[in-house]
């Protein structure tokens, strides 16, 4: 039999040692008096955060230039979103590997996501009344790549030397073909609260999927380091470089359970490794599988007895492997 | 970045955090208090003296091996009532007893994070009533979402004290390994919990969190089936699959602690382990305490 079996042997019988009084359903019922109390006490005193979410709407209207810098890359496809990747696009932006093996590819595209149709073209194309418009869309759509391309370079070489800030976008420039009229009109939609709307009832009237302006104003925070939503997010400590993942607005504590998860992101080679997502939930994936299977593994289950926290945890049972802790608390056993 | 004024604080904690910010770690004060407060606990837990005992008065108990031994019934049901009695005897199932050894602090914490668990799901049920926007726009239902939040935070840190503590204990010993995995399983399920929880705030926080974490899910594959961005899906596995989940290995883990016990100390008493015992022993601390005719003092581990 080897040492392990013995031990597990040893360990797994009924105790024939001495007993103490127990009132398990009394325990209980104080356990929960005492948080019931406890929770009442801390949400009186502290209350809990509650900042509202931003929108399409609150974004154009900080930064319409930044607005229309990023429109800009959803219709001609550089966006971040339209370079992704599964699950929204056979590209490979964002494409991770761990080694050989993409698992994010092995499942392939599964919320399909077109940033030009999605993000721009079919929401303009809901507004109506807007002849110039109609025709600024069948122009646009009816050119060529290269074309499309031209333009929105054209344009976009001017828009660039202007702040993210500024309400002076450009509404005429022949060089950029139909795209002024596109922009200006998503513009106008973006900051009246419509878009918004239109990104959510694409598909239907009921959603509570909130991919798409996620995924819209997501961009700039990738493409724009001081996009409306990056300079809200950073004054709160919740960008990844930031362990974001354990903060919270305001001065609540967030999730200090994710301090391990979000450590890896902060160390190299994890940091600044394209693949650091992948990465960090392979380490994750593996340290919780050693803790699960801390019982079994040879060296790990010992080293609760190479340090001996437990002999301070059961002290009066090694002064006194006898103690019933029904009186006094015994002197030092006799050697 | 500052919301609407906070409903019914008395401390106002609604403005940006202090941030301590040594090498690569940055922590919000909020985070490190709170992390400072689980260790505090700990060692208070682990170093002050237990209440006093009394000693237990009962006569007799049920050993294992007579349990429904006389049931000759047929059946399924009859079946599964005599392995009931067998593995989990009312005098296991709810004990009157303990090992004399179970005279810590430290042990209180499981029934602890049970109590917030419940607390959590109780306060979670009236969040439900109302809608996942309600606590928004009611004084009420801000109150609810505080409870809830409180609820969480004390869940998360009593069942991270009970881990340090069954950690050191080496609590999986004497075939105790499924009540240690079936808890570590417990406390994974819990941090999927909680994080489509806060994902379900329908606020500025569920939106960035959302957004940031659907890269790491994505990368591993969960994104094709698992859309963060997808509030209906979050919320629904936050509200009901998730919690069943969570609540079915709570359930299997604590009858674990009572069918197997609480691990004994290591390096026990031989005869305390049985080790060099008879069949039928008179527990040592039974003497004091009258009882005469005892067998395997199975009672209350």
């Not at chain 1, 593996?286 to 437990?310: M, N």
């Not at chain 2, 009901?240 to 100390?265: A, D, Q, T």
């Amino acid at each position: 039999m080897s040492r392990w079996s013995q031990s597990e042997r040893k360990y797994g019988r009924p105790w024939h040692g001495p007993l103490r009084h127990y009132d398990i359903l009394k325990e209980a019922t104080i356990a929960f008096v005492i948080v019931l109390v406890l929770v009442f006490l801390l949400a009186i005193t502290f209350s809990s955060p509650d900042v509202p979410p931003v929108t399409v709407q609150s974004w154009a209207k900080a930064q319409p230039v930044g607005f229309v810098d990023i429109a800009l890359t959803e219709l001609n496809g550089t966006s971040t979103t339209a370079t992704y990747g599964p699950p929204y696009n056979t590209a490979t932006g964002s494409l991770q590997t761990l080694g050989p093996v993409s698992v994010q590819k092995f499942f392939g595209v599964k919320y399909p996501l077109n940033t030009a149709k999605d993000f721009v073209l079919n929401p303009l194309s809901t507004l109506p009344d807007f002849p110039s418009l109609t025709v600024a869309i069948s122009t646009y759509e009816h050119a060529s790549k290269a074309t499309e391309d031209h333009w929105i370079s054209n344009y976009q070489a001017q828009m660039n030397k202007l702040p993210l800030g500024s309400s002076a976008v450009i509404s005429e420039m022949p060089s950029a073909g139909p795209v002024p009229v596109l922009m200006t009109h998503l513009l106008a939609m973006a900051q009246s609260g419509a878009l918004d709307a239109q990104l959510l009832t694409q598909s239907s009237f009921y959603t509570t999927n909130y991919t798409n302006p996620l995924m819209f104003i997501g961009d700039s925070v990738v493409a724009q380091p001081n996009s409306y939503w990056n300079k809200l997010v950073t004054v709160d400590h919740l960008q990844g470089n930031q362990w974001g993942v354990m903060n919270e607005t305001g001065s609540w504590p967030g999730q200090p359970w994710m301090w391990l998860y979000t450590m890896w992101y902060q160390i190299s080679p994890m940091s600044t490794s394209g693949n650091g997502d992948v990465e960090v939930l392979a380490i994750m994936t593996v340290l919780s599988i050693l803790l699960l299977l801390v019982p079994i593994i040879p060296g790990l289950r010992k080293i609760p007895e190479k340090i001996p926290l437990y002999r301070l945890i059961w002290r009066n049972y090694y002064r006194d492997p006898d103690f019933t802790n029904a009186g006094e608390v015994p002197a030092q056993r006799p050697v | 970045m500052n919301g609407h004024p906070v409903v019914g604080a008395i401390v106002n904690l609604n403005h940006p955090d202090y941030y301590i910010h040594w090498g690569f770690i940055l922590i919000s004060m909020a985070n490190f208090l709170v992390i400072v407060i689980l260790i505090v606990l700990f060692a208070l837990a682990i170093s002050i003296p237990f209440l006093k005992g009394k000693p237990v008065k009962r006569r007799k108990y049920q050993s294992i091996a007579s349990a429904g031994s006389d049931d000759e019934s047929e059946g399924w049901t009859a079946h599964g009532r005599r392995l009931g009695l067998k593995y989990l005897p009312p005098d296991k199932l709810l004990p009157d007893g303990q090992p004399s050894y179970v005279a810590s602090w430290v042990y209180v914490f499981g029934v602890l994070t049970i109590g917030a668990l419940i607390m959590a799901i109780l306060s979670g049920m009236v969040l439900a009533i109302e809608g996942p926007t309600w606590w928004h726009l009611s004084d009420i239902g801000h109150f609810v979402n505080s409870l809830h939040l409180w609820s969480v935070e004390l869940f998360m840190g009593f069942m991270t004290v009970h881990l340090w503590a069954k950690f050191w204990m080496a609590a999986w010993r004497g075939k105790r390994w499924l009540t240690w995995m079936t808890g570590m399983l417990a406390f994974l399920v819990s941090i999927v919990e909680a994080f489509t929880g806060y994902l379900s705030q329908t606020n500025f926080d569920s939106q960035w969190i959302a957004f940031e974490s659907k890269d790491a899910f994505n990368s591993g594959g969960i994104g094709a089936f698992f859309n963060a961005m997808n509030f209906g899906q979050a919320l629904m596995l936050h509200i009901v699959l998730v919690p069943i989940i969570l609540v079915l290995i709570v359930g299997i883990h604590v009858l674990m602690v009572r069918i197997r016990g609480v691990v004994p100390p290591i390096g026990a008493e031989p005869a305390h382990l049985g080790e060099d015992s008879g069949d039928a022993v008179i527990a040592s601390g039974a003497q004091e305490t009258g009882i005469q005719e005892t067998s395997t003092l199975e009672v209350g581990q």
